[in-house]
């Protein structure tokens, strides 16, 4: 495993197949913790078993993420099971940048 990516934490959606699983398993191999997302529920769960197998950090979320209320409720998930181990790198900027995406998307600006 690389540590290129160590010390992050990585929201991958569509993970459950395909590009959002390769994506999710090459972030695992550079060190990423992983929140592995997809509305196929079982199968984001399988990733993250994967992962968990090949030494890496990650957790499943079952979660349509063009449903702001789902969406929500994963990042919190996300949150309070990444946050005991991951040391928060969130930056004024990077807090403003989501605060205005949340804004835009409750407005029906996507």
Do not use: N, Y
């Not at 090459?26 to 929140?35: D, I, K, Q, W, Y």
């Not at 979660?63 to 789902?70: G, R």
Request: charged fraction near 25%; include cysteine.
């Amino acid at each position: 495993m690389s540590e290129k990516l160590s010390g992050t934490t990585a929201i991958v959606t569509g993970a459950a197949g395909g590009i959002g699983a390769a994506t999710a398993k090459r972030f695992a191999r550079e060190g990423a913790a992983l929140v592995v997302t997809d509305k196929d529920g079982p199968g984001a769960h399988r990733v993250a078993g994967e992962i968990a197998a090949e030494g890496g950090r990650a957790i499943a979320c079952r979660a349509d993420v063009c449903d702001l209320v789902q969406l929500e409720a994963m990042l919190a998930a996300a949150k309070r099971a990444l946050a005991a181990s991951t040391s928060s790198s969130t930056t004024p900027d990077r807090a403003r940048r989501r605060t205005s995406w949340r804004r835009r998307w409750r407005h029906g600006r996507r």
